[in-house]
């Protein structure tokens, strides 16, 4: 590890300290002035010339100074081996803010339940803690071991001057003006300490705290550090005054090449009076004389009243004074009305600022603040995410008050309490109207009781839920019911178009996947249903029509599994209806129905509400003639 030896004796002479301390403020003020924000041309040039100032008075006092002070003093990268006081306590500085984060460090290790991370936490600290003291210790002995750990001091050495510089200039404003600089030192830093505790065994915690992610980091208690050295060390202020007026003095060239710049800025103000102009030009000569009357009386300038005359148009000049002093007047009420209540919003603050211009009557000033403040307001939209969390929060509470409402009716229902069953479903319904699937039973509970009006509302409401959930079964089936519910009341034309819509999202469902038997099994009972209606009409070559649509369906389903029950008694359904539409051919389609139901009946398949089926087909049979 590095130990220092001093090359040189601190400058003393009294002379060179009073030149170099009434130098800093010279070339502050031209760092600041230099480049002013309004881009006044008169400000830049009084902040070269300060600058210029600072700038010979600094290398008078290094002219006075031993050579080799100058020499470090214009170094802009010192490294360790040619030590002074701004190394010293930099590096000093370093230290102690190093043993802050330690000290953080082991708050939060302290109340760890786990003994082995407690334990290597401990290990930790105590191996930095004693990296610290043997730092001191080498800051005091000044000796220069000359090892491999020399090289990475010398790296930390080397960034340690910068890093307090650029630090200090960009306090108070954006962390990322110094990013690099920042993680530079900090990944020097700890690859110094990884000659101790390898990189791979710091705590996550450690580098965390060290790099600012908990509470301040290593980079913000070095720069409290150093600042506090600067207060305290005479010596270290001065040197490091001169050191920075040298800087300045090297930045002047650069401040005589932004002269340049200042001349485009010259031009865009003489383009915007040029714009002044232009708006004076189009004034009539009477509303000119107007606003110069008004001007000199207001203490105002003419370009402040142009725009507001040129909107008012050729009015007398009784009527423009007129209206030009109740304008002014509820500008400057407005003005005079600033409410200084505590804890305003940025928003309000820049409305009591945008007021504070009306008094000049400055409206394109006080227009420019509020919309700068707008522009960059995040509160409201801060205050919709909150809603919007706290929408979905309550959202879910109903939902899971409505599934207990669903419940209690699932299980009244199954007991045929219906009144009990569809209060529970109706109320569930108005704190979860998303739930089609709950809107279809309602229906159907509805439709068991007779409520034929308001089963149809409910099965419409399905189809509405359905349709934002994109459930194209209810949708489709739904359409079915409320289609039945029109019949019910009497309208069997309009029943028939209802039922249409649900045939045509079974047909597109079917086309999709021509694979699925649950989309080809409902097409082919929405054929059947089209054909009962058509049949009822006494349509039979309509019905005919849809009872062969949907046979041809069934018989693949039925070919397709010979063993499925549900598909052989749809074919059983099927030749039965075939048989009430084409009588001459009753027979054949009985005996086509009854050789599945026998089938069924001896294979132990034929459900016991279907036992009828055999001998009803016979008795059937033997009417029909055959």
């Excluded at 402040?304 to 909107?311: D, E, F, H, S, V």
């Amino acid at each position: 590890m590095y130990r220092y030896k001093s090359q040189f004796r601190a400058p003393s002479p009294t002379m060179m300290l009073k030149k170099s301390l009434f130098a800093l403020p010279l070339g502050l003020a031209g760092a600041v002035v230099a480049a002013p924000p309004d881009g006044s041309v008169a400000l830049g040039l009084l902040g070269s010339f300060c600058a210029a100032i600072a700038g010979n008075l600094a290398h008078e006092a290094f002219s006075e100074a031993d050579k080799r002070v100058a020499a470090i003093i214009f170094s802009r990268h010192p490294t360790a081996d040619r030590n002074h006081h701004v190394l010293f306590a930099l590096r000093t500085a370093h230290l102690d803010a190093l043993a802050v984060v330690v000290y953080g460090f082991d708050k939060d290790w302290a109340g760890d339940p786990d003994p082995h991370r407690q334990a290597e936490a401990r290990r930790i600290s105590d191996v930095v803690t004693e990296f610290i003291a043997r730092s001191r210790r080498a800051l005091i002995t000044l000796d220069n071991s000359g090892s491999v750990a020399s090289a990475l001091e010398r790296e930390v050495f080397t960034r340690l001057s910068p890093a307090f510089l650029q630090g200090l200039a960009a306090r108070g404003t954006s962390v990322e003006e110094i990013a690099v600089t920042r993680i530079g030192i900090e990944d020097a830093v700890l690859a110094e300490l990884a000659l101790v505790v390898p990189e791979e065994e710091l705590s996550n915690t450690f580098v965390r705290r060290f790099r600012g992610q908990i509470d301040p980091g290593w980079f913000e208690y070095f720069l409290r550090c150093g600042a506090a050295a600067m207060k305290s060390n005479p010596v270290f202020t001065a040197i490091w005054t001169a050191e920075q007026l040298a800087a300045l003095r090297a930045d002047i060239g650069g401040l005589i090449a932004e002269l340049g710049k200042i001349g485009g800025k010259i031009e865009i103000i003489i383009s915007q009076l040029k714009d002044h102009g232009h708006k004076l030009e189009a004034l009539t000569e009477g509303q000119l004389r107007i606003a110069e009357s008004i001007a000199a009386e207001r203490h105002m300038s003419i370009e402040q009243i142009a725009p507001i005359l040129q909107r008012l148009g050729h009015q007398s000049a009784p009527l423009t004074n007129a209206l030009l002093a109740a304008a002014f007047n509820n500008l400057l009420n407005r003005s005079l009305s600033l409410k200084f209540q505590k804890d305003r919003s940025a928003i309000d603050r820049a409305i009591m600022e945008a007021r504070s211009k009306l008094s000049t009557i400055d409206v394109s000033s006080a227009i420019a603040i509020i919309e700068r403040a707008l522009a960059v307001d995040q509160t409201y939209a801060w205050a919709l995410v909150a809603e919007e969390k706290a929408k979905a929060h309550l959202d879910e509470m109903a939902r899971g008050r409505a599934r207990g409402y669903f419940e209690m009716a699932a299980i009244q229902s199954a007991v045929f309490d219906h009144d009990a069953a569809i209060t529970n479903l109706e109320t569930g319904l108005a704190l979860d109207p998303d739930a089609a699937g709950v809107w279809h039973d309602l229906g159907n509970l509805l439709r068991q009781i007779g409520a034929v009006g308001r089963a149809k509302i409910a099965y419409r409401s399905a189809i509405s839920a359905a349709e934002r959930a994109g459930d194209q079964h209810i949708i489709a089936v739904s359409h079915a019911y409320v289609s039945l519910m029109i019949e019910a009341e009497g309208d069997r034309a309009a029943a028939l178009s209802e039922y249409t819509k649900c045939l045509a999202i079974f047909k597109r469902l079917s086309t999709e996947d021509p694979e699925n038997p649950r989309w080809q099994r409902d097409l082919s009972a929405s054929h059947e249903q089209i054909g009962d209606m058509l049949a009822t009409d006494e349509n039979h070559g309509g019905a005919l029509k849809a009872y062969r649509e949907g046979l041809e369906i069934r018989e693949r389903l039925a070919a397709r599994d010979a063993g499925n029950a549900e598909w052989q008694r749809d074919l059983i359904v099927s030749y039965w209806k075939f048989a009430t539409v084409e009588p001459e051919r009753a027979a054949e389609h009985y005996r086509a129905a009854l050789a599945i139901a026998i089938k069924m009946r001896d294979a132990g398949k034929l459900a016991s509400v279907d036992a009828y089926f055999v001998e009803t087909l016979e008795r059937l049979i033997r009417d029909a003639g055959g």
